[in-house]
């Protein structure tokens, strides 16, 4: 009787899970491919497809035709990795060696990314759907525009301190601003930077920017490598990527009269007063415009973004809606009339990710990453022992760099031992920072002084925390597994392909011979010509020398003395055996006879007397001369066909199944 419930039991579970499959409770995730027992889900193709081209949105656009190819590829991948492991490559102990080696850099890339880069990437895709207008009042550190961190900077911080209590106690912000700012625009433009987005400041003064509200004011003075800023947020809106135009203006002579201004200005009134009758801006711009650009383009002026047009006409088309046309705006140019054809939007995150990556990595990447060191220190509690750092640095000799040998021997053992910082549950002496020092490529020929140090320690802390953190990788991020596994597939993969392939290549001199054999006509060398040449940069003395070999004069000594061509005077002008299409004096030569000497000809940007001293006409060449190109063509040759007849025998021996129809909804989900 048991017995019998547990097979109904069994029953009911397996014919319930098909009923749930059946209403859509538990999906069983689709296949492109099976390959033996392992499943290549439409994800996983989609994720490993998006990433080998350029991102989900470059590959979306690519034609099922080049899905089905890269499949093939991933089928034959999978296939070879699977052999690779049943033939225990993985357990070799060369490649252990080799995952081992690489493990804290590919953890190190895979955290790098995660906990800096993906986040930084997010926020800078984020901060650039919105634009601010900010004004502030730079105050220089004493080194100059681009004051050294090391300058004395306490006098800077006082002066931008006042600068502060001034305009919390009243003072207007142009008369403080033209004062006490250091930035040369201010006598222009008062402080005033206008809208800008993410991407267009040092990141200090971006977050600083980004932290406040409208109308809000740095409380304290932000630091960035040019100095001191006190920071007003002015406004802070929504923001577009471009601005489509159409365009009518009528240029000002700065020299014009008031009254010929005038009547320009009427003029464009009537326009103007067309336009809101409903009168064609095409029309009006070919008839009455002076911007010939967009006069020829029936008055479009193409795209703009912020900030790239006169300030007054950027002030209206970022602010108007489709359709708009403005009043006569006038600018240092003339009066313009401006319609606004288009408004773009910032773009969805994946189809500019590979541009915001460029300009991550150029402006904020190393800012982040020593913020996120910074984060790490207090998560592990990092303490830097000062004593043993003033020791470091008390005994060190600054005559010395860390490429002198013994640059160490000031140290006793005493001093080695020495904690000289330490985090988590890691102690880190002065004798385990001098090793490092020692064997790192990257400490050679540092100087021993306290700032050279200090950014020594600096560097050491960074790579022990970073080392640290990626030890623990997996604990943290379980999906790095399949990072991992993707590397470790790719160093089998190498391994297979070495053993099942490469090592198996058969290129002895009888199998290259046969080839040569019967593919000689392929290896020929075209019609060739031997000639010197003299060539000097003057006409005069080129006639002069030719004068000179008629009266009698021997060519070689002529070349060896005169010939200005580099590294040919010791060659006395011999260019050797060449092909008759190597270049013009070439063809010419070839169409001379033996022995026989030009005139002058002008050839690169001076003048050439060649003289013929041999021909080749095309010919097969010789076992020998064809050796390297035969050796290629049989070693492409047998890669192919030994890479072929393996995939064939791994298909046979796991079979592989290709779901086409799973396949055609990649990307279209």
């Known amino acids: 009787m048991k017995k019998n419930i547990v097979f109904v039991l069994i029953a009911f579970i397996f014919s319930g899970c098909a009923f749930l499959k059946n209403i859509g409770i538990i ?398 549950n890691q102690k880190i002496t002065l004798d385990s920072a001098i090793n490092i020092i020692k064997r790192s490529s990257e400490f050679s020929g540092r100087k021993l002084d306290p700032a050279s140090i200090k950014g020594i320690v600096d560097r050491i802390t960074e790579m022990k925390l970073t080392e640290y953190r990626a030890r623990n990788v997996e604990k943290l991020y379980p999906e790095f597994k399949n990072e991992l596994k993707e590397f470790v597939d790719g160093i089998l993969l190498y391994h297979a392909e070495q053993k099942m392939v490469w090592d198996k290549v058969n290129l002895s001199e009888e199998k290259l011979r046969d080839y040569y054999e019967k593919n000689k006509e392929e290896y020929r060398f075209p019609d060739r010509v031997r000639f010197s040449e003299i060539w000097v940069a003057s006409e005069s003395l080129a006639k002069d020398i030719y004068s000179r070999i008629n009266s009698g004069a021997s060519f070689d000594s002529l070349a060896e003395k005169y010939t200005e061509r580099p590294g040919m005077k010791e060659k006395k002008g011999d260019w050797g055996l060449v092909p008759s299409t190597e270049n013009e004096i070439a063809w010419k030569a070839w169409n001379m006879k033996v022995n026989e000497i030009s005139e002058p000809v002008k050839f690169q940007g001076g003048y050439s007397i060649i003289k013929v001293t041999g021909k080749e006409p095309s010919r097969v060449k010789t076992f020998e001369e064809a050796f390297s190109e035969v050796a290629s063509a049989v070693q492409e040759q047998e890669l192919k066909r030994l890479e072929k007849e393996w995939v064939e025998n791994l298909k046979k021996k796991y079979r592989v199944v290709v779901n086409e129809k799973a396949l055609e909804k990649a990307f279209n989900r």
């Open 27 to 424: 999906e069983e995730k689709e296949y492109v491919a099976k390959v033996g027992k392992e499943i290549i889900t439409i994800d996983e193709f989609e994720k490993s497809f998006a990433k080998n081209n350029g991102g989900f949105a470059k590959a979306r656009e690519k034609s099922f035709e080049d899905r089905k190819n890269y499949l093939d590829l991933l089928i034959k991948f999978k296939l070879k990795v699977l052999d690779a492991r049943e033939k225990k490559f993985d357990k070799d102990p060369n490649v252990q060696k080799e995952i081992n080696d690489y493990y804290t850099t590919l953890a190190l890339s895979y955290l790098t990314k995660k906990e800096v880069i993906d986040p930084g990437l997010k926020q800078l895709y984020e901060r650039r759907k919105e634009e601010i207008r900010a004004r502030h009042i730079l105050i220089e550190l004493p080194g100059g525009f681009h004051g050294s961190p090391t300058s004395d900077t306490s006098k800077a911080y006082e002066r931008a301190k006042k600068v502060i209590e001034l305009l919390n106690a009243g003072a207007p912000w142009d008369s403080v601003a033209l004062e006490f700012s250091d930035d040369p625009t201010v006598i222009f433009n008062r402080g005033d930077l206008y809208y800008f987005t993410a991407g267009m400041m040092v990141p200090e003064f971006e977050d600083a920017c980004y932290s406040m509200k409208v109308g809000e004011r740095t409380k304290e003075p932000v630091r960035t490598k040019f100095g001191y800023h006190i920071i007003e947020v002015l406004d802070r809106k929504p923001r577009v990527e471009m601005v489509r135009i159409s365009h009518i203006g009528r240029r000002v002579d700065p020299k014009a009269s008031p009254e010929d201004t005038l009547k320009l200005y009427n003029e464009m009134k009537a326009v103007l007063d067309s336009l809101r009758a409903g009168f064609d801006f095409g029309e009006l711009a070919r008839r009455h415009s002076d911007d010939k650009f967009s006069n020829e383009r029936n008055g479009d002026a193409g795209y703009y973004e912020r900030g790239r047009a006169y300030r007054e006409i950027d002030r209206f088309m970022f602010s108007a809606k489709v359709g708009d046309i403005s009043d006569i705006i006038r600018t240092r140019w003339g009066y313009h009339i401006v319609k606004v054809t288009e408004i773009v939007p910032v773009k969805p995150f994946d189809e500019i990710v590979e541009d915001l990556n460029k300009l991550y990595q150029s402006y904020r990447l190393e800012y982040d990453f020593k913020n996120y060191v910074e984060r790490l220190k207090k998560e592990y509690n990092y303490k830097l022992n000062q004593q043993t750092f003033d020791l470091f640095v008390s005994k060190a000799d600054t005559s010395k760099t860390t490429s002198h040998q013994n640059w160490d021997s000031v140290y006793t053992k005493e001093d080695r031992a020495k904690i000289l910082f330490e985090f988590a």
